[in-house]
């Protein structure tokens, strides 16, 4: 069993900035690949980023290339989530997720993941 605690959230200015961080109590972190999905009210989880095991690949949502970053500190156990420029559209709770895969690939579906934090509030006010 993996437990996730994400940290962060809170309320900016459009334009702003914050830095999620998401804390995995697995002695194994290295074994899984970590994403990032974030959900506003009355719609759907959508997936926002995602790393490799070692950090190699990411990959991320067209909605967020070139503002937000996903990083990992295997070390530390920590997966984190830079979110620069932000926008009122952003506004969500941010949940972060670790996938037990073989494949080298990460995974933009929710239902892939097999381990989910209970999410950090994002709010951007306009």
């Known amino acids: 069993q993996v437990q996730l605690v994400e940290s962060g959230g809170g309320l900016v200015q459009a334009g702003g900035s914050l830095r999620l961080s998401c804390a995995a109590s697995t002695r194994a972190f290295n074994d899984y690949h970590m994403g990032w999905f974030r959900r506003a009210p009355g719609k759907e989880r959508e997936f926002v980023a995602a790393i490799s095991r070692y950090g190699i690949n990411a990959d991320y949502a067209d909605s967020v290339k070139g503002r937000f970053t996903i990083s990992r500190d295997n070390a530390k156990n920590t997966v984190y989530l830079q979110m620069n420029s932000l926008k009122p559209e952003d506004t969500a709770v941010y949940s972060c997720?670790?996938?037990?895969?073989?494949?080298?690939?990460?995974?933009?579906?929710?239902?892939?993941?097999?381990?989910w934090g209970q999410g950090t509030q994002v709010t951007v006010s306009s």
């Open positions: 997720a670790a996938d037990w895969s073989y494949s080298a690939k990460v995974s933009l579906l929710p239902t892939d993941y097999d381990y």
